[in-house]
Each structure stands twice: as structure tokens, then as C-alpha cells.
């Protein structure tokens, strides 16, 4: 059975897999423009380097906002389950 909580950690691992991806992508992109002599590919390879950061900080945001959300969600189901609790000891 596939939970909503698996689907989330799934996208989350994806997520983490792709940006270490893009951080290794933009490492060698970094190196390798480091040893470009021709101005015109130093340029090109500058746009493409600043496009891998962007996807960089997205991936990031995106992360955040699944792990902000997922701890909001514990945090009312804890509090949830506090409250039940205090009902049931009323009774």
C-alpha cells in the first residue's frame, strides 16, 4: 500500500538525488571554465553555471518547503494526539 507519507519521502529522496547531481555538475562546470582560454566559451559556460545554481536553489526550496510542511503535519497530529488524550482522561 502506498501511503501519502511514502509518496512525500520518495519526492523528498528524488529531490536530494537530483541536487547532488547538480552540485557535482556545477563543480565540474566550474573546473572546466577555469581552464577555458576562449572568451565567448568562458561566457556560455558562465550562463550555464549561473542556470545550474538556479536549479540548485530550487530543488533546495522546494525541500524545505516539503520538510516545513511534513513537520507542521507532525506537530498537529502530536498535538492531536495530546488533546485525545487529556478527552479520554476526562471521561
Known amino acids: 500500500?502506498?501511503?501519502a507519507s511514502k509518496l512525500e519521502q520518495e519526492h523528498l529522496r528524488e529531490l536530494e538525488s537530483q541536487r547532488r547531481h547538480l552540485s557535482r555538475l556545477l563543480v565540474m562546470e566550474q573546473n572546466r571554465g577555469a581552464r577555458l582560454a576562449d572568451?565567448?566559451?568562458?561566457?556560455l559556460n558562465g550562463s550555464l553555471i549561473k542556470q545550474i545554481q538556479k536549479?540548485?536553489?530550487?530543488?533546495s526550496a522546494s525541500q524545505e518547503s516539503s520538510l516545513v510542511g511534513s513537520a507542521a503535519f507532525l506537530y498537529d497530529f502530536a498535538f492531536a494526539i495530546e488533546r485525545t488524550k487529556s478527552v479520554l482522561a476526562l471521561a
Open 1 to 3: 500500500m502506498v501511503t
Open 39 to 43: 572568451s565567448s566559451v568562458r561566457e
Open 55 to 59: 536549479q540548485i536553489e530550487k530543488r
